[in-house]
Nanobody, 115 residues
Framework: QVQLVESGGGLVQPGGSLRLSCVVS????????MAWYRQAPGKQRELVAS???????KYRDSGKGRFTISRDNAENTVYLQMNSLKPEDTAVYYC?????????WGQGTQVTVSS
């Protein structure tokens, strides 16, 4: 059973930073592509950033230059470093792992950007 557990969310002022973590268990982590999604109230879930099993990354345009996704295969963990946060970044952030046709999701962590 693959399980994903996110952490690191919270309340931060505009311009601040947060680092989200997602620990994956029950899988060969290094073989999985990983991604961070977010969902704001009343909006659809959207892709924020992704990283392949060999480390290639992609970002949503709104996060380019501010967000960095990375992975530590030894720790079975994927990270999302978020800098220069804006109120519009407020959402529940979800971690997803993918292998072949299989996708697994975490429970989400709330990020609130407000003064």
């Amino acid at each position: 059973q693959v399980q994903l557990v996110e952490s690191g969310g919270g309340l931060v002022q505009p311009g601040g930073s947060l680092r989200l973590s997602c620990v994956v268990s029950g899988s060969i982590f290094s073989s999985y592509a990983m991604a961070w999604y977010r969902q704001a109230p009343g909006k659809q879930r959207e892709l924020v950033a992704s990283i392949t099993s060999y480390g290639s990354t992609k970002y949503r345009d709104s996060g380019k230059g501010r967000f960095t996704i990375s992975r530590d295969n030894a720790e079975n963990t994927v990270y999302l470093q978020m800098n220069s946060l804006k109120p519009e970044d407020t959402a529940v952030y979800y971690c997803k792992s993918s292998y072949s046709s299989y996708n697994y999701w975490g429970q989400g962590t709330q990020v609130t950007v407000s003064s």
